[in-house]
């Protein structure tokens, strides 16, 4: 969770010029009686921040995607009865309360493509108030602006905001959480604000494992301040309400005993040490796309400057390597987090991907725009201001018009052709989430993935890859064409290259091609992260069993 520094000294701020002391914001005295009012933006400057919000907003609810694999499978996840989630997510690699939230929105929304993603966006634009309060508390109007204009154009908050995943929902916890801490400081005897830390603590650890490694951030620099601080009695309070708040993710810990043993994420890769910081930062400032260094380079300036920069003029600043508060608590939080996750990841193995950084997002934004509202000259703060908005604007358009899977390819190829009877599989099971929650149950097909011939709702998670080497590819093609017996089709959704399985799909496409010839076959152009190709295998085709092609099945040879 961000929080902004303890109650340190400082000097009196120049006429004019807004100053943090710790959670406090001094402020220069009033005009004298008849005096022009001054603000920071000034009319054009409100107009362009709110027409940014506006955009933001906009882009949270527009995208033209449909599910791929990690949202269809949140959005079926969450239509499990509550009852029966704690086992269904044993075989996956989460912790629940994103999914219980998600099943009482799809009750009262619906379970369509908008409806399912519309939450992830509702959370997004709620992160917003709450980034305005944090820039408000840490730095006044223009420190506030310029956090709500960063966070609402990013492109990795848009990201997420249009996905149907738990990240938006992490963002909106730390915000808050941090809001909650930041005031429990100010307020230790406060027993509404005890019971808030300790609930987005445990809230936040029971939506995404890797905010383990913040709260630890946090939970350290709370020991530190407790221990050596000026205001130790405050700084103990916030430590036991996060203690307190995470007692509630303990009756999940069996849970992630065993989704560490045995789930993991056999699709990922483990952390590489500093260029993975160096990658997931850039993620988190431009988003996917390919951005070049620019925005990166400016990005992690701005990030110095906010922790190490004092503006003592116009253009001039002074450097402080011990660095200045209230960033250098922040930096030390958020990469210390991040630096902790990536360390942990490689140490043990566990995949990392930088969209696990979310729980760290809020933290890399604020000390952007810190790091804009650094500058004496306000002609430069709004410069910086434009150029880092202008570069994430840039990023939005492909997420509003991306395609992330081609699901709805295939799948309207299978309600248009295939019959009922005929046999769809999926090599690997990874495809089958996203194309089967639009096949409707009346089409009447039997759905079976490879490796586990499992239904397609659901990757079942658990020794992935042993389970793939044990499973030979001509049982599972006999067991398809036993189903599809001699007068049903025989379709074959599948895509190479996915970890763990080699070319395992290319055999499976090779034997059922050994005892029925191929008949449509639709190849699509390699157009999204999710791609597939659809054959159909026909059954007026097939060879007899005494033909020698048929002899690399188990049937008939």
């Given at each position: 969770?961000?929080?902004?520094?303890l109650?340190?000294?400082?000097?009196?701020?120049?006429?004019?010029?807004?100053?943090?002391?710790g959670?406090?914001?001094?402020?220069?005295?009033?005009?004298?009686a008849?005096?022009?009012?001054?603000?920071?933006?000034?009319?054009?400057g409100?107009?362009a921040?709110?027409a940014?919000?506006?955009?933001?907003?906009?882009?949270?609810f527009v995208a033209?995607?449909?599910?791929?694999?990690?949202?269809?499978?949140?959005?079926?996840?969450?239509?499990?009865?509550?009852?029966?989630?704690t086992?269904?997510?044993?075989?996956?690699?989460?912790?629940?309360?994103?999914?219980?939230?998600?099943?009482?929105?799809?009750?009262?929304?619906?379970t369509?493509?908008?409806?399912?993603?519309?939450l992830?966006g509702?959370?997004?634009v709620a992160?917003?108030?709450l980034?305005?309060r944090?820039?408000?508390?840490?730095?006044?109007?223009?420190?506030?602006a310029?956090?709500l204009?960063?966070?609402?154009?990013?492109?990795?908050a848009?990201?997420?905001a249009t996905?149907?995943?738990?990240?938006?929902?992490?963002?909106?916890l730390?915000?808050?959480?941090?809001?909650?801490?930041?005031?429990l400081?100010?307020?230790?005897?406060?027993?509404?604000l005890?019971?808030?830390?300790a609930?987005?603590?445990?809230?936040?650890?029971l939506?995404?494992?890797?905010?383990?490694?913040?709260?630890?951030?946090?939970g350290?620099?709370?020991?530190?301040?407790a221990?050596?601080?000026?205001?130790?009695?405050?700084?103990r309070?916030?430590?036991?309400?996060?203690?307190?708040?995470s007692?509630?993710?303990?009756?999940w810990?069996?849970?992630?005993?065993?989704?560490s043993?045995?789930?993991g994420?056999?699709?990922?890769?483990?952390?590489?040490?500093?260029?993975?910081?160096?990658?997931?930062?850039?993620v988190?400032?431009?988003?996917y796309?390919?951005a070049?260094?620019?925005?990166l380079?400016?990005?992690?300036?701005?990030?110095?400057?906010?922790v190490?920069?004092?503006?003592?003029?116009?253009?001039?600043?002074?450097?402080?390597?011990v660095?200045?508060?209230?960033?250098?608590?922040?930096?030390?939080i958020?990469?210390?987090?991040?630096?902790l996750?990536?360390?942990?990841?490689?140490?043990?193995?566990?995949?990392?991907?930088?969209?696990?950084?979310?729980v760290?997002?809020?933290?890399?934004?604020?000390?952007?725009?810190?790091?804009?509202?650094?500058?004496?000259?306000?002609r430069?703060?709004?410069?910086?201001l434009?150029v880092?908005?202008?570069?994430?604007?840039?990023?939005?358009?492909?997420?509003?018009?991306?395609?992330?899977?081609?699901a709805?390819?295939?799948?309207?190829?299978?309600r248009?052709?295939?019959?009922?009877?005929?046999?769809v599989?999926?090599?690997?099971?990874?495809l089958?989430?996203?194309?089967?929650?639009?096949l409707?149950?009346s089409?009447?097909?039997?759905q079976?993935?490879?490796?586990?011939?499992?239904?397609?709702?659901?990757v079942?998670?658990?020794d992935?890859?042993?389970?793939?080497?044990?499973?030979?590819?001509?049982?599972?093609?006999?067991?398809?064409l036993s189903?599809?017996?001699?007068?049903h089709?025989?379709?074959?959704?599948?895509?190479?290259g996915?970890?763990?399985?080699?070319?395992?799909?290319?055999?499976?496409?090779?034997?059922?091609?050994?005892?029925?010839?191929?008949g449509?076959?639709?190849?699509?152009?390699?157009?999204?992260?999710?791609?597939?190709?659809?054959i159909?295998?026909?059954?007026e085709?097939?060879y007899?069993?005494?033909s020698?092609?048929?002899c690399s099945l188990?049937?008939?040879?």
């Amino acid at each position: 969770m961000t929080s902004p520094a303890l109650p340190a000294s400082s000097p009196s701020p120049p006429p004019g010029v807004e100053t943090v002391i710790g959670p406090e914001v001094v402020r220069p005295a009033p005009a004298p009686a008849g005096a022009p009012r001054r603000t920071p933006w000034g009319a054009l400057g409100t107009g362009a921040v709110g027409a940014a919000v506006a955009v933001g907003i906009l882009v949270r609810f527009v995208a033209r995607s449909h599910l791929w694999l990690d949202e269809a499978l949140s959005g079926n996840f969450a239509a499990v009865p509550l009852r029966s989630l704690t086992e269904a997510l044993r075989h996956d690699g989460s912790p629940p309360l994103y999914y219980v939230v998600l099943h009482g929105w799809m009750r009262l929304f619906g379970t369509g493509t908008i409806a399912v993603r519309a939450l992830s966006g509702v959370f997004s634009v709620a992160c917003l108030p709450l980034a305005w309060r944090v820039g408000r508390r840490l730095g006044g109007r223009t420190l506030a602006a310029a956090v709500l204009v960063l966070l609402a154009l990013s492109p990795f908050a848009v990201q997420y905001a249009t996905e149907a995943r738990m990240y938006s929902m992490a963002m909106f916890l730390v915000l808050a959480g941090g809001l909650a801490l930041a005031n429990l400081l100010e307020r230790p005897s406060s027993p509404g604000l005890t019971v808030a830390v300790a609930l987005a603590s445990g809230a936040l650890l029971l939506t995404h494992y890797y905010a383990l490694y913040t709260v630890a951030a946090v939970g350290v620099v709370l020991l530190w301040y407790a221990w050596k601080g000026e205001e130790r009695a405050a700084a103990r309070r916030a430590l036991a309400a996060m203690v307190a708040g995470s007692l509630l993710f303990l009756p999940w810990v069996p849970v992630l005993l065993y989704q560490s043993a045995h789930t993991g994420a056999p699709w990922g890769s483990t952390g590489r040490g500093l260029r993975t910081v160096i990658d997931t930062l850039g993620v988190l400032t431009s988003g996917y796309r390919d951005a070049g260094p620019v925005p990166l380079l400016l990005a992690e300036g701005l990030i110095a400057l906010a922790v190490f920069g004092r503006a003592v003029g116009r253009r001039r600043f002074e450097i402080d390597l011990v660095g200045r508060e209230p960033a250098r608590t922040l930096a030390l939080i958020t990469f210390g987090g991040l630096l902790l996750a990536v360390g942990v990841s490689r140490l043990t193995g566990q995949a990392y991907v930088p969209r696990y950084a979310s729980v760290i997002f809020p933290g890399v934004i604020i000390l952007i725009a810190i790091g804009v509202a650094s500058f004496g000259d306000a002609r430069l703060r709004v410069g910086a201001l434009v150029v880092m908005a202008a570069l994430s604007t840039l990023g939005l358009r492909p997420i509003m018009q991306y395609e992330r899977t081609q699901a709805a390819t295939v799948a309207r190829h299978l309600r248009t052709s295939a019959q009922a009877g005929d046999v769809v599989a999926y090599c690997p099971d990874q495809l089958g989430p996203s194309v089967s929650r639009m096949l409707p149950a009346s089409l009447g097909l039997t759905q079976l993935t490879y490796p586990k011939a499992q239904a397609p709702q659901f990757v079942d998670w658990v020794d992935y890859a042993t389970t793939i080497r044990h499973t030979p590819v001509p049982d599972f093609a006999s067991q398809l064409l036993s189903r599809a017996g001699p007068n049903h089709n025989v379709w074959l959704v599948w895509s190479p290259g996915y970890k763990a399985f080699g070319r395992r799909c290319d055999q499976l496409l090779a034997f059922l091609g050994a005892y029925r010839d191929a008949g449509e076959t639709v190849r699509l152009r390699w157009s999204s992260p999710e791609h597939m190709s659809l054959i159909r295998f026909d059954p007026e085709r097939q060879y007899d069993g005494r033909s020698s092609r048929h002899c690399s099945l188990p049937p008939g040879c």
